[in-house]
């Protein structure tokens, strides 16, 4: 085996592969470039979702002639020049290679002008082959058009999307952009067609021009500082949060940037006042020296490492959990009192527990359930004998581990009666845990009847989940789901999984489509199937309020002991506490 040294066009491919994986990215460092040149207006054009076509030009300052050239070599760049630089980088760029990587793998023509200039000059490059600059006819500024990506990597090309997901990661690119750059304006055209436009404005117009008045109505402004750290922006209120996460949006210094650091203090923000299946949505714009952040940890430019992580995480987490915890965030009551938490530490009595639930190992169905309750029915069925103390000790006695229902308290709990005294139950843990249990047993039978809608359900969706779901359309009725694309920004349900007949379809399907349009039915079936069923099983469990008769209430306590880990829901909530008689005879303080 004989080292060689690498052609220098193989070299920026190699490179391009971890800049440049799809037209999103390679518009990503264009618009980075132009904002570093200080750019105002920036037109955007693409062709077949920028595989075909891609030209943006910016009014910024422009290249000088003698360094068109330059432009578009490897590792040459007019925003660092030693390691002290790239240790303070304030510029989006500043690696110099994007141009070099996109150049390798495309056809390119860079036009620019710079102010001091009598006319504009032009270069041309064919996959990596750079001709001469000659003189060309634009204003101040540079114009960068990319035509047929990855045509001499066709290996690369086939990995790519549809027309319109690659158009969708481009448009989202263009709002990132946007987000952190409301003194620029945007334009956007794809096929001739202008789909979107972001005048020059202030920061909170351009959140709602971008993110859209209902998240502008459902957040509250941040602005905090600590020393040399600041933040400020949006986050939502705990009432208006989603399971969705497309609305994170965190800057650093102007960069976008996707940090589980950051993203885990936000979280912890969140802890006390929101469902941990709910996701809170922000735009926050944080601000350090560049010093205190290294962003030369990956090519693509979206990883940060922070020099002092942890200072970082509890600045965000302290300046967002103080906001969330005032009364005016959430529209509820405050904090317990000290007086009040004093006087439950000090409470005398017991508190409930959970014991071994022995579980009858069988398929249940629903008449099977109800099946157990008919002791309980016998006993109701003569009123004189449900009044005779004899008669309800022998029930009690008699009674199976969760016993028999006697009550709901506030639409949420169950109360039962077995021979130990008082169980409690969480009917929505309880419920959600058995659809779950169902969910995972028929999905491994490949089992999953449907229930047909009696009127399919029409609802709005993202365009670019529309996209995504498109090639998944079988995959998604083989767990039940039909679902047809109506429009490019809708889609009609016609069928959901008969265990989830009685969950708002609109709501369950947002949710899968989501899940979807991320990872995709196979790996969600494969890397990310309890995850999914777990949502599904939320989204199927008896809701809260919900008045259940006495059977119904009967049947949930039988389909938890014929199911596994009815001990707890799937986020691990307790899902029923036991109270003993003794427990229940010290709180009335009887036999003393």
């Given at each position: 085996?004989n080292i060689?040294?690498?052609?220098?066009?193989l070299?920026s491919?190699?490179?391009?592969g971890e800049?440049?994986?799809?037209?999103a990215?390679?518009?990503k460092e264009?618009?980075?470039?132009s904002?570093d040149?200080?750019?105002t207006?920036?037109?955007i054009?693409l062709?077949?979702?920028g595989?075909?076509r891609?030209r943006?030009s910016?009014?910024?300052c422009?290249?000088?002639?003698d360094e068109?050239?330059?432009?578009l070599?490897?590792?040459a760049t007019?925003?660092?020049?030693?390691?002290?630089?790239?240790?303070?980088?304030?510029?989006l760029?500043f690696?110099?290679e994007?141009?070099a990587s996109?150049?390798?793998?495309a056809?390119v023509?860079?036009?620019s002008?710079?102010?001091?200039?009598?006319?504009a000059?032009t270069?041309?490059?064919d996959?990596?082959?750079l001709?001469?600059?000659?003189p060309?006819?634009?204003?101040?500024g540079?114009?960068?058009?990319i035509?047929?990506?990855f045509f001499n990597t066709?290996a690369r090309?086939?990995?790519?999307k549809t027309?319109a997901?690659?158009?969708a990661?481009?448009?989202e690119?263009v709002?990132?952009?946007?987000?952190?750059?409301?003194d620029?304006?945007?334009?956007l055209?794809?096929n001739g067609?202008?789909?979107?436009?972001?005048n020059?404005t202030?920061?909170?117009?351009?959140?709602?021009?971008?993110?859209?008045?209902a998240?502008?109505?459902?957040?509250?402004?941040?602005?905090a500082?600590?020393?040399?750290?600041r933040v400020?922006?949006w986050v939502?209120r705990?009432?208006?949060?989603?399971a969705?996460?497309?609305?994170q949006?965190?800057?650093v210094?102007?960069?976008?940037v996707?940090?589980?650091?950051?993203v885990?203090?936000?979280k912890?923000?969140y802890r006390d006042?929101?469902?941990?299946?709910?996701?809170?949505?922000?735009?926050l714009f944080i601000?350090l020296p560049?010093d205190?952040v290294?962003?030369n940890v990956?090519p693509?430019?979206?990883e940060?490492?922070?020099?002092d992580s942890?200072?970082v995480?509890?600045?965000l987490?302290?300046?967002?959990?103080r906001?969330?915890a005032?009364p005016a965030?959430s529209g509820?009551?405050?904090?317990?009192?000290?007086e009040?938490?004093?006087?439950?530490a000090a409470?005398?009595?017991?508190v409930?527990?959970q014991?071994?639930m022995?579980l009858?190992?069988?398929?249940l169905?629903?008449?099977?359930?109800?099946a157990f309750?008919?002791?309980l029915?016998?006993?109701?069925?003569?009123?004189a004998?449900?009044?005779?103390?004899a008669?309800?000790?022998e029930?009690a006695h008699?009674?199976?581990?969760?016993?028999?229902?006697?009550?709901?308290l506030h639409?949420?709990?169950?109360?039962?009666?077995?021979a130990?005294?008082?169980?409690?139950v969480d009917?929505?843990?309880a419920?959600e845990?058995v659809?779950?249990?169902?969910?995972?047993?028929?999905?491994?039978?490949?089992?999953?009847?449907?229930?047909t809608?009696?009127i399919p359900?029409?609802?709005?969706v993202d365009?670019?989940?529309?996209?995504?779901?498109?090639?998944?359309l079988?995959?998604?009725?083989d767990?039940?789901f039909?679902?047809?694309?109506t429009?490019p920004t809708?889609?009609a349900?016609?069928?959901?999984?008969?265990?989830?007949?009685n969950?708002?379809?609109?709501?369950?399907?947002?949710a899968v489509?989501?899940?979807?349009?991320e990872?995709g039915?196979v790996?969600?079936?494969?890397?990310?199937?309890n995850e999914?069923?777990?949502?599904?099983?939320?989204?199927?469990a008896v809701?809260?309020?919900r008045?259940?008769?006495v059977?119904?209430m009967?049947?949930?306590?039988?389909?938890?002991e014929a199911t596994?880990?009815a001990?707890q829901?799937?986020h691990?909530?307790?899902?029923?506490?036991?109270v003993?008689?003794?427990?229940?005879?010290?709180m009335?303080?009887?036999?003393?």
């Amino acid at each position: 085996m004989n080292i060689r040294v690498l052609p220098d066009v193989l070299i920026s491919q190699i490179a391009a592969g971890e800049v440049v994986e799809r037209p999103a990215a390679a518009l990503k460092e264009i618009l980075e470039n132009s904002l570093d040149a200080g750019a105002t207006d920036i037109q955007i054009e693409l062709e077949q979702g920028g595989v075909k076509r891609m030209r943006v030009s910016d009014n910024g300052c422009g290249i000088a002639r003698d360094e068109l050239v330059l432009a578009l070599t490897r590792h040459a760049t007019s925003k660092i020049a030693s390691l002290s630089d790239l240790e303070q980088v304030e510029s989006l760029g500043f690696r110099g290679e994007a141009l070099a990587s996109i150049a390798a793998i495309a056809r390119v023509q860079l036009s620019s002008r710079c102010a001091d200039a009598e006319h504009a000059w032009t270069l041309q490059v064919d996959g990596g082959q750079l001709g001469e600059p000659t003189p060309a006819a634009r204003g101040v500024g540079t114009s960068l058009e990319i035509q047929d990506l990855f045509f001499n990597t066709p290996a690369r090309r086939k990995f790519l999307k549809t027309e319109a997901t690659e158009y969708a990661h481009c448009a989202e690119t263009v709002r990132r952009q946007a987000l952190s750059h409301p003194d620029t304006a945007f334009v956007l055209s794809h096929n001739g067609r202008v789909l979107l436009r972001f005048n020059a404005t202030t920061a909170a117009a351009r959140v709602r021009q971008v993110l859209g008045e209902a998240f502008e109505s459902n957040t509250i402004a941040v602005d905090a500082a600590a020393g040399v750290l600041r933040v400020s922006g949006w986050v939502i209120r705990p009432g208006a949060a989603t399971a969705s996460r497309d609305s994170q949006h965190v800057y650093v210094n102007g960069r976008y940037v996707r940090d589980k650091l950051i993203v885990h203090a936000l979280k912890e923000a969140y802890r006390d006042v929101l469902h941990h299946q709910l996701n809170p949505a922000y735009c926050l714009f944080i601000s350090l020296p560049p010093d205190g952040v290294d962003v030369n940890v990956h090519p693509a430019k979206t990883e940060i490492r922070f020099r002092d992580s942890r200072g970082v995480h509890q600045f965000l987490f302290h300046a967002v959990e103080r906001l969330l915890a005032a009364p005016a965030a959430s529209g509820e009551a405050g904090a317990v009192s000290p007086e009040t938490e004093m006087s439950v530490a000090a409470s005398p009595f017991g508190v409930p527990r959970q014991t071994m639930m022995p579980l009858q190992i069988s398929p249940l169905q629903v008449n099977e359930a109800m099946a157990f309750y008919a002791p309980l029915a016998a006993h109701q069925s003569n009123s004189a004998s449900l009044d005779s103390p004899a008669a309800s000790a022998e029930a009690a006695h008699d009674a199976p581990p969760l016993g028999y229902a006697i009550a709901q308290l506030h639409g949420v709990y169950v109360l039962a009666q077995n021979a130990q005294g008082l169980v409690l139950v969480d009917m929505h843990a309880a419920h959600e845990r058995v659809v779950y249990e169902k969910l995972k047993a028929a999905l491994d039978s490949r089992a999953v009847p449907a229930q047909t809608l009696l009127i399919p359900v029409v609802l709005s969706v993202d365009a670019r989940d529309v996209a995504e779901i498109s090639p998944h359309l079988d995959g998604l009725r083989d767990i039940g789901f039909d679902v047809s694309i109506t429009s490019p920004t809708s889609v009609a349900v016609r069928s959901v999984p008969w265990l989830l007949k009685n969950a708002d379809p609109v709501e369950l399907t947002r949710a899968v489509l989501h899940e979807v349009a991320e990872f995709g039915v196979v790996r969600l079936l494969a890397e990310r199937r309890n995850e999914l069923l777990a949502t599904l099983a939320c989204h199927g469990a008896v809701r809260a309020n919900r008045h259940l008769a006495v059977p119904e209430m009967n049947a949930l306590l039988r389909e938890m002991e014929a199911t596994e880990r009815a001990g707890q829901c799937n986020h691990g909530r307790p899902t029923w506490f036991q109270v003993s008689l003794k427990e229940l005879d010290a709180m009335f303080m009887r036999g003393r």
